[in-house]
């Protein structure tokens, strides 16, 4: 049996699921867009997620914008991509302007400093939580772990330039999605088949 086919938000919904992505995320929108997206509204399937983030990092800009941009083309055309890039950097762009004016005044004492350097903690925290979320839920294989390990080694660790990184390494993600698929079809065919 089928599951029935995802909600398609309103262009309303959309901008206020955006607007509050983009106000929640601080540090980390893909977290708060992967859960609010895949698991409150269930606009997305973990996989389309995965996809469409993985999609927005390998284009130019911010991924999370690229997301964005792709998410509202999916259910409004350009006027999708407007709406949700907008709510998403709209909210945040104000508080960032009010901000960054407190920092200008304050930014000196010793407590901002903590401050800040605990902010950047928990969002390396987030961005590792999200991660560990979407592989757990998306059962990656053997050589997709590969891959990801090679590429968080090339980058993480010996700070190569995440183009080269992605010459390098997209092709063997590619390959081994390809041989994943391929191995799945084989084994749903094997179910198929009517004993003799």
Sequence with gaps: MESPPPPRPSKA????????????????INAWARRTLVEERRW?????????LGLGQV??????LNAAIMVGERFHGAAGSLIA?????????????????????????PAVDSLL????????????????KMAQRLKPTLGLWAVGLASLTL??????????????????GILAAWWAGRAREQIAAGRERPEA
């Design 59 to 64: 284009l130019p800009g911010p991924n999370a």
């Design 13 to 28: 919904a959309l901008f206020l699921t955006y607007g509050k992505i983009g106000l929640v995320g601080f540090g980390g």
């Design 85 to 109: 890039a907008g709510a998403m950097f709209g909210g945040p762009l104000v508080v960032l302007a009010g901000l960054a004016t407190l920092y200008d005044h304050y930014g000196s004492l």
């Design 44 to 52: 997305l399937t973990e996989q389309e997620y995965a996809e469409t």
């Design 117 to 132: 350097g605990g902010t950047a903690a928990a969002a390396a925290g987030m961005v590792v939580g999200t991660a560990a």
């Design 155 to 172: 980058s993480g660790f010996f700070r190569v330039p995440l183009p080269l990184v992605l010459l390098l390494l997209g092709p063997l």
